[in-house]
Nanobody, 124 residues
Framework: QVQLVESGGGLVQAGGSLRLSCAASGRAFSRFGMGWFRQAPGKEREFVAAINWIGRSTYYADSVKGRFTISRDNTKNTVSLQMTSLKPEDTAVYYC?????????????????WGQGTQVTVSS
């Protein structure tokens, strides 16, 4: 069992940066693929980024590629999402998720555990 708690959301102007963090409980964290998803008002939850169990492979949605960076620290049981050049369309609730597979998937059903989410608002 893994419990995930996100932090770092907030209000930022377009062009600015934010760093989201996800703290995980449970000894299995280092064996899981991890991901970030987001859900904007009135829209479906969508994939943002993912990282494999050892942190050597990363995956991004086209909409964030080159602007967002996912990383993990297995010694601290944390995964982070560094977001730069933020746009108003990045406004959403951001969710951290864990996939019991070492190489994470890209869809909602691939992930087994979810955090409660953190709000990111980008003003124009």
């Amino acid at each position: 069992q893994v419990q995930l708690v996100e932090s770092g959301g907030g209000l930022v102007q377009a062009g600015g940066s934010l760093r989201l963090s996800c703290a995980a409980s449970g000894r299995a964290f280092s064996r899981f693929g991890m991901g970030w998803f987001r859900q904007a008002p009135g829209k479906e939850r969508e994939f943002v980024a993912a990282i494999n169990w050892i942190g050597r492979s990363t995956y991004y949605a086209d909409s964030v590629k080159g602007r967002f960076t996912i990383s993990r620290d297995n010694t601290k049981n944390t995964v982070s999402l560094q977001m730069t050049s933020l746009k108003p369309e990045d406004t959403a609730v951001y969710y951290c998720a864990a996939d019991e597979a070492q190489i994470p998937g890209r869809t909602l059903t691939d992930f087994d555990y979810w955090g409660q989410g953190t709000q990111v608002t980008v003003s124009s």
